[in-house]
């Protein structure tokens, strides 16, 4: 049995849908998940990783292990980690942070504590770092879909975003398949994009114009207020407006894997325009 956690989120739904169609027996893990969350065949277990369910781990071939907000900033990575030590498999969604934000608290060292917990488990591990995720761009949807206008910070700078759906096909290869013991992969979209480029991809998608207007940092600083953390908000808007070169090389390990390229963020705004509409 394979069990996917943060199975509602934007990598574990396509994620369970993708493990479910090879015919694999899926747990899907999340706290306020309902068998109406997941695909005819598919277990759907609510619980907090925070208070894990004990028994579990001895049935499991593998799991991925997904530590959103709270529990990546405020978790015991050992507690959490500690559920599936009886599983054959972890597979860890961890973040690019780690290697290129490490003394960031929220960017590098809470997952770095998670990566650590599961390196000292004793059971085999895979770790995912991917960089910025395609669906960020969902915050824009508001905007969109009310005034057809998007407000970011530093227009111009291009990040090699990821589509979420290309993080769960990764992650799917690496739960079922053989030879990815101990790899690290950095997981990143074919091509940089600047946000002025993904508002008109997005308006593409919709098929009508969208209006750009670039935020200062000040501007974005106390918008992203309302939704974050001021530590993570700070680390985002270093990474978004001064990204180091590693965070803006675009990595083999997607095609590597997947024999294929990426998604661009162009076929993500299509894949979700109704968001947008
Ligand atoms: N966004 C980015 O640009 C980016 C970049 C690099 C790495 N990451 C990493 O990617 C992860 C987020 O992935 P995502 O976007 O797929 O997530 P998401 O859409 O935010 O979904 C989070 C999932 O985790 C579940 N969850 C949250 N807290 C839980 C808890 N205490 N116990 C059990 N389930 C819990 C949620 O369901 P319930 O709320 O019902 O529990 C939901 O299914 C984070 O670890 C983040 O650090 C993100």
Do not use: C
């Amino acid at each position: 049995m394979i069990v996917v956690t943060g199975a509602t989120g934007n990598v574990g739904r396509t994620l369970v849908r993708l493990l479910a169609e090879q015919g694999h027996q899926v747990t899907a893990v999340a706290r306020r998940i309902t068998g109406a969350d997941v695909p005819v065949g598919v277990r759907a277990l609510a619980t907090d990783l925070s208070q894990p369910t004990a028994d579990l781990s001895s049935e499991v071939d593998a799991v991925f292990l997904l530590v959103g907000g709270e529990l990546m900033m405020a978790g015991d990575a050992s507690q959490v980690v500690g559920a599936w030590a009886d599983a054959g498999k972890i597979v860890l969604l961890s973040s690019q942070g780690v290697a290129t934000r490490a003394d960031s608290p929220s960017h590098g060292l809470a997952l770095a504590a998670f990566e650590q917990a599961v390196m000292a488990s004793g059971t085999d591990w895979t770790f995912l770092r991917p960089g910025g995720f395609a669906s960020n761009a969902f915050a824009w949807a508001p905007s969109v879909t009310a005034a057809r206008t998007i407000a970011a910070p530093f227009g111009e700078v291009g990040l090699p975003i990821i589509d979420p759906d290309d993080i769960a096909a990764v992650a799917a290869a690496t739960l079922t398949q053989p030879g990815h013991e101990k790899a690290i992969y950095e997981l990143t979209g074919p091509a940089l994009t600047t946000p002025r480029q993904r508002a008109t991809a997005i308006a593409e998608a919709i098929g009508e114009p969208v209006t750009f207007r670039e935020q200062t940092r000040e501007e974005a600083y106390a918008q992203m207020l309302g939704f974050m953390p001021a530590q993570v908000v700070e680390t985002t808007l270093d990474i978004l407006g001064t990204p180091t070169v590693q965070e803006q090389r675009i990595s083999p390990d997607v095609e590597k894997i997947l024999g294929r390229t990426p998604a661009t963020f162009a076929d993500w705004a299509n894949r979700n325009a109704a968001a947008f509409r």
